[in-house]
């Protein structure tokens, strides 16, 4: 499967409740990267400042990083990708890929209005401990600021801060709508 929408679609919460349903693996190229920052690996420390920017990370260091997830054995019975691809070079690299492991691909598109986009992302909170998402109007933590889940403090990610918003959606519209 694969999910391809703005930032603040849905991709994230959809792609958790098919990957359930199914039993198929959830590779999020944005929860990887927020992994790897987290953690302060190198690939973390290289793309950090890129997204707190709301800048998107290199095809190249993406299209490796999916390369060498999709090798994983929890891959075999398929998979979803949330945030992948973003630009047309990294569809025409996950075409190869697909035709390499002779695999089906179902796209699904998310078609958001703007308005919706920038309320939802504005908005979220995440916990940085477990990586829950809350929505202070849609899906508010029990808590205020507290993580459901495990209790710690909730924050708002650099990548969802309102002019970080506004850049990552012109990126959308110049290098992701294209691939659609």
């Known amino acids: 499967f694969l999910l391809l929408g703005p930032p603040g679609a849905g991709k994230g919460t959809q792609s958790a409740i ?9 590779i999020s190229t944005g929860e990887m990267l927020r992994d790897a920052i987290a953690r302060q690996t190198p690939l973390g420390a290289q ?7 709301g800048s998107l990370v290199p095809d190249s260091l993406l299209v ?4 060498e997830r999709v090798t994983e054995p929890d891959c075999t019975n398929g998979l979803l990708l949330d945030g992948f691809p973003r630009t047309v070079n990294q ?17 699904l598109n998310f078609d958001v209005p703007r308005e919706v986009l920038l309320r939802r992302l504005s908005g979220r909170r995440w916990c940085p401990r477990c990586q829950a998402t809350y929505h202070l109007e849609n899906s508010p933590p029990k808590r205020t ?30 290098q992701t709508v294209p691939v659609i």
Not at 47 to 53: D, Y
Not at 91 to 107: I, P
Request: with cysteine; hydrophobic share 50%.
């Open 18 to 26: 098919i990957a359930r349903r199914t039993g198929v693996a959830r």
């Open 47 to 53: 793309v950090a400042p890129l997204m707190e920017r």
């Open 64 to 67: 490796a990083l999916i390369a």
């Open 91 to 107: 569809a025409e690299a996950l075409d190869l890929l697909v035709q390499e492991r002779q695999m089906e691909l179902v796209v």
């Open 145 to 174: 600021g507290l993580c459901d889940q495990c209790g710690s403090s909730l924050i708002q990610r650099a990548d969802d801060q309102e002019d970080v918003v506004a850049r990552r959606l012109q990126a959308y519209d110049a």
